[in-house]
């Protein structure tokens, strides 16, 4: 099991493109998630013959093996200056060894690429990079590698031996090697960051106190007086004591210190040694801070997401008692807190906030477009469409049993389920909610507010854990409006969805009637917002002119300029597109759309002129508005012949040829008439009469 463990670390140490692959494979929950810092644009990039690149999995494993070879210096260095006299030995081999991989380190590194600070590319120039290693740290490392026990061996006389033992501890330079691993692994999010820094701060505490008994031990071993010496004083002969246990009683001095646990049985005897212990407690104060802030700082970030979601539910709480909430209310509030804490790990929309424009599209258009190109509102609608409204999708997570829309709420948005379950109710009267449908992956709700420009004609709950898509009613409008064909697309499937008494918001008592202002309603609304403030269509293409007029006709009231159209031909139905996408309908359909459009359309313009009362007038043939006839209050007819005719059988079979208002102003539309008018009609004139 450790084995395995060990194998995994340098898996993911090491090779860069680990589970990149496998990554799409697992859960959105995976412990393996891939780095934060975006280095893996620079992989692809082909370098130079002979250059290497720092991102190589075979040089990410070289430099792990230079890392362990540090730990090793960094132990073998201090443990030489105080207890062992060089000699060749086993050590002197392996010490050499060693300064052997990192001089082979020094010419490598005249090959490996690097990361520009300015431009965050690989720099593959030869030129740049030997400028820059001989500038930074090119001087460091050589003395750093140099043999300096080897010559120890060829200069030792008259004390020089401790001048060489010196500058062997440059080799402790390469501790920047450890550093940079460290602060990488902090970054690399496929590692733990609390047993990263708990490692970092173990081993910091680690060689301080390895290098502080050292050097304690090397300052009694050269003082003149051993038995006037902090282990003399216990030990009088401990030069003649074995090595193990003189190191152990260097570390016990050392551990005692840094904890200011203090026992008094190892204590400075001498001024060199109390001044040492001076240096070392003022360093273990500020080692001290170090760590506990750190270890202080790891604990309350470990537990300040639980804090957090402990004082949100309290002030939730309290806020529902203080303002004497319903138990539902509270519940659901309750919920949704409860939820966000367990789902505060996706940060979904926090990090698509973060990215900017085209990168949210592009991964709007990734995780989106599959889902709403299923929906039947949007069926037969160009990509161009459905790419711009899915850049304003945004994702949400709703508990069970929480609300979603309340029934007569004003309509903002249009909702997408993609995974759980909701219920449809209604109110009724004795205060409870009546069920009146579910909703299943892949289904809409909140469209018929949205574009018939209605209250919400429901409740919607969900009955267990839902993901929503929720488009927002203004997205919604600006994607239409830009694209009007694609705009009439959906209103037409909105429509047969109506027609056919399918749509979960029409109830299925209603009526057909119903239907019919659900549809002019929202046609109307929305050809609306198609004209821009001079009141020209913001639409140029010619095939929408019939279809406009007839609109316009119907929100006029004319009925005889409707007779016209669509004696032409023209209707309102479904678009060639929408037709050819759905394979094409039978001429009974059509002639049966065209009858029901036609329904609709004269129930429009009755709707426009119907309850219309109005005082009809016969003028005498002078045209004197003061010899007028008494007047007949009639309701107003659909159109101009039909009121002219009435008028006729009301005044004895005259004919009359214009009618005009109090104000003598001649009309010819019946739009213009309001309910109250007074009308005059004019009879006709023959030539040749005074």
Same mark, same amino acid.
């Given at each position: 099991?450790?084995?395995?463990?060990?194998?995994?670390?340098?898996?993911?140490?090491?090779?860069?493109?680990?589970?990149?692959?496998?990554?799409?494979?697992?859960?959105?929950?995976?412990?393996?998630? !891939?780095?934060?810092?975006?280095?893996?644009?620079?992989?692809?990039?082909?370098?130079?013959? #002979?250059?290497?690149?720092?991102?190589?999995?075979?040089?990410?494993?070289?430099?792990?093996?230079?890392?362990?070879?540090?730990?090793?210096?960094?132990?073998?260095?201090?443990?030489?200056?105080?207890?062992?006299?060089?000699?060749?030995?086993?050590?002197?081999?392996?010490?050499?060894?060693?300064?052997?991989?990192?001089?082979?380190?020094?010419?490598?590194?005249?090959?490996?690429?690097?990361?520009?600070?300015?431009?965050?590319? @690989?720099?593959?120039?030869?030129?740049?990079?030997?400028?820059?290693?001989?500038?930074?740290?090119?001087?460091?490392?050589?003395?750093?590698?140099?043999?300096?026990?080897?010559?120890?061996?060829? %200069?030792?006389?008259?004390?020089?031996?401790?001048?060489?033992?010196?500058?062997?501890?440059?080799?402790?330079?390469?501790?920047?090697?450890?550093?940079?691993?460290?602060?990488?692994?902090?970054?690399?999010?496929?590692?733990?960051?609390?047993?990263?820094?708990?490692?970092?701060?173990?081993?910091?505490?680690?060689?301080?106190?390895?290098?502080?008994?050292?050097? /304690?031990?090397?300052?009694?071993?050269?003082?003149?007086?051993?038995?006037?010496?902090?282990?003399?004083?216990?030990?009088?002969?401990?030069?003649?004591?074995?090595?193990?246990?003189?190191?152990?009683?260097?570390?016990?001095?050392?551990?005692?210190?840094?904890?200011?646990?203090?026992?008094?049985?190892?204590?400075?005897?001498?001024?060199?040694?109390?001044?040492?212990?001076?240096?070392?407690?003022?360093? /273990?104060?500020?080692?001290?801070?170090?760590?506990?802030?750190?270890?202080?700082?790891?604990?309350?970030?470990?537990?300040?997401?639980?804090?957090?979601?402990?004082?949100?539910?309290?002030?939730?709480?309290?806020?529902?008692?203080?303002?004497?909430?319903?138990?539902?209310?509270?519940?659901?509030?309750?919920?949704?807190?409860?939820?966000?804490?367990?789902?505060? $790990?996706?940060?979904?929309?926090?990090?698509?906030?973060?990215?900017?424009?085209?990168?949210?599209?592009?991964?709007?258009?990734?995780?989106? @477009?599959?889902?709403?190109?299923?929906?039947?509102?949007? =069926?037969?609608?160009?990509?161009?469409?459905? %790419?711009?409204?899915?850049?304003?999708?945004?994702?949400?997570?709703?508990?069970?049993?929480?609300?979603?829309? !309340?029934?007569?709420?004003?309509?903002?948005?249009?909702?997408?389920?993609?995974?759980?379950?909701?219920? %449809?109710?209604?109110?009724?009267?004795?205060? #409870?909610?009546?069920?009146?449908?579910?909703?299943?992956?892949?289904?809409?709700?909140?469209?018929?507010?949205? @574009?018939?420009?209605?209250?919400?004609?429901?409740?919607?709950?969900?009955?267990?854990?839902?993901?929503? !898509?929720?488009?927002?009613?203004?997205?919604?409008?600006?994607?239409?409006?830009?694209?009007?064909?694609?705009?009439?697309?959906?209103?037409?499937?909105?429509?047969?969805?109506?027609?056919?008494? =399918?749509?979960?918001?029409?109830?299925?008592?209603?009526?057909?009637?119903?239907?019919?202002?659900?549809?002019?309603?929202?046609?109307?609304?929305?050809?609306?917002?198609?004209?821009?403030?001079?009141?020209?269509?913001?639409?140029?293409?010619?095939?929408?002119?019939?279809?406009?007029?007839?609109?316009?006709?119907?929100?006029?009231?004319?009925?005889?300029?409707?007779?016209?159209?669509?004696?032409? $031909?023209?209707?309102?139905?479904?678009?060639?597109?929408?037709?050819?996408?759905?394979?094409?309908?039978? /001429?009974?359909?059509?002639?049966?759309?065209?009858?029901?459009?036609? =329904?609709?359309?004269?129930?429009?313009?009755?709707?426009?002129?119907?309850?219309?009362?109005?005082?009809? #007038?016969?003028?005498? =043939?002078?045209?004197?508005?003061?010899?007028?006839?008494?007047?007949?209050?009639?309701?107003?007819?659909?159109?101009?012949?039909?009121?002219?005719?009435?008028?006729?059988?009301?005044?004895?079979?005259?004919?009359?040829?214009?009618?005009?208002?109090?104000?003598?102003?001649?009309?010819?539309?019946?739009?213009?008439?309001?309910?109250?008018?007074?009308? %005059?009609?004019?009879?006709?004139?023959?030539?040749?009469?005074?």
């Amino acid at each position: 099991m450790p084995i395995s463990c060990t194998r995994n670390f340098f898996e993911r140490f090491c090779v860069e493109e680990y589970n990149i692959d496998t990554i799409k494979q697992s859960s959105f929950l995976s412990a393996d998630l !891939l780095p934060s810092l975006g280095a893996r644009i620079n992989q692809s990039t082909k370098l130079r013959k #002979h250059i290497i690149s720092p991102f190589n999995s075979k040089y990410r494993a070289w430099e792990m093996w230079l890392v362990l070879l540090v730990i090793y210096s960094a132990w073998i260095c201090p443990f030489q200056f105080a207890f062992i006299t060089y000699k060749k030995d086993a050590i002197f081999i392996i010490d050499n060894i060693v300064n052997g991989f990192f001089a082979i380190d020094i010419v490598l590194t005249f090959f490996v690429a690097y990361l520009d600070s300015q431009s965050y590319l @690989l720099v593959d120039t030869p030129k740049k990079i030997a400028i820059r290693y001989l500038s930074t740290w090119f001087a460091f490392d050589v003395c750093s590698t140099a043999p300096f026990q080897p010559l120890s061996l060829l %200069f030792n006389y008259n004390g020089s031996e401790l001048g060489f033992r010196i500058l062997s501890m440059l080799r402790l330079w390469r501790l920047r090697r450890v550093s940079s691993l460290f602060a990488r692994l902090e970054k690399d999010i496929r590692f733990n960051y609390f047993w990263i820094r708990c490692t970092k701060l173990i081993s910091v505490t680690l060689f301080a106190v390895h290098c502080a008994g050292c050097f /304690n031990y090397l300052i009694a071993d050269r003082y003149p007086e051993p038995r006037k010496t902090w282990i003399g004083a216990v030990y009088p002969d401990f030069k003649e004591a074995s090595l193990w246990n003189r190191y152990v009683t260097a570390l016990y001095w050392s551990i005692t210190t840094l904890t200011t646990t203090g026992y008094g049985d190892l204590h400075p005897e001498n001024p060199r040694e109390m001044l040492f212990d001076i240096f070392f407690m003022m360093f /273990n104060l500020g080692l001290t801070a170090y760590l506990i802030g750190n270890m202080t700082n790891l604990v309350v970030h470990w537990t300040s997401r639980t804090r957090t979601f402990r004082d949100t539910v309290r002030a939730a709480s309290e806020f529902a008692s203080r303002n004497q909430l319903p138990h539902d209310i509270q519940d659901q509030m309750l919920s949704h807190i409860c939820l966000k804490f367990k789902t505060e $790990g996706l940060k979904q929309q926090e990090t698509l906030n973060n990215l900017p424009k085209a990168i949210r599209s592009s991964i709007a258009n990734y995780l989106f @477009l599959p889902i709403v190109q299923n929906i039947y509102l949007f =069926q037969g609608v160009s990509r161009d469409f459905l %790419f711009q409204l899915v850049s304003d999708i945004d994702a949400e997570y709703f508990p069970p049993k929480e609300d979603i829309i !309340l029934q007569n709420e004003a309509p903002t948005d249009l909702y997408i389920l993609v995974s759980g379950a909701v219920d %449809f109710a209604s109110y009724v009267v004795d205060g #409870h909610d009546q069920i009146q449908g579910k909703a299943v992956i892949g289904d809409t709700f909140g469209e018929i507010g949205v @574009l018939c420009y209605r209250p919400q004609p429901f409740t919607v709950r969900t009955t267990e854990l839902s993901q929503i !898509l929720r488009i927002s009613r203004t997205s919604l409008m600006s994607a239409m409006h830009a694209h009007a064909e694609d705009g009439r697309v959906i209103m037409n499937n909105l429509f047969m969805k109506l027609r056919g008494q =399918q749509s979960i918001g029409i109830d299925a008592t209603n009526n057909d009637q119903e239907n019919r202002d659900f549809q002019r309603m929202g046609w109307e609304e929305w050809m609306d917002s198609r004209i821009d403030c001079k009141g020209s269509d913001v639409s140029n293409s010619t095939s929408e002119s019939g279809e406009k007029a007839l609109m316009d006709a119907i929100h006029k009231g004319d009925i005889e300029m409707v007779k016209k159209l669509l004696k032409r $031909g023209i209707n309102i139905e479904e678009p060639k597109v929408l037709t050819e996408a759905r394979g094409g309908n039978s /001429n009974s359909e059509t002639k049966q759309r065209s009858n029901d459009s036609d =329904q609709c359309c004269s129930s429009s313009i009755q709707a426009k002129v119907k309850d219309k009362r109005v005082t009809i #007038h016969m003028l005498s =043939q002078e045209k004197d508005i003061s010899q007028r006839h008494n007047g007949k209050l009639i309701l107003l007819p659909t159109s101009i012949e039909e009121l002219l005719s009435l008028a006729g059988e009301k005044f004895g079979g005259c004919s009359f040829t214009k009618i005009t208002d109090a104000e003598n102003a001649e009309i010819d539309d019946l739009y213009v008439i309001r309910d109250g008018d007074h009308l %005059f009609f004019h009879q006709i004139e023959f030539e040749g009469r005074n």
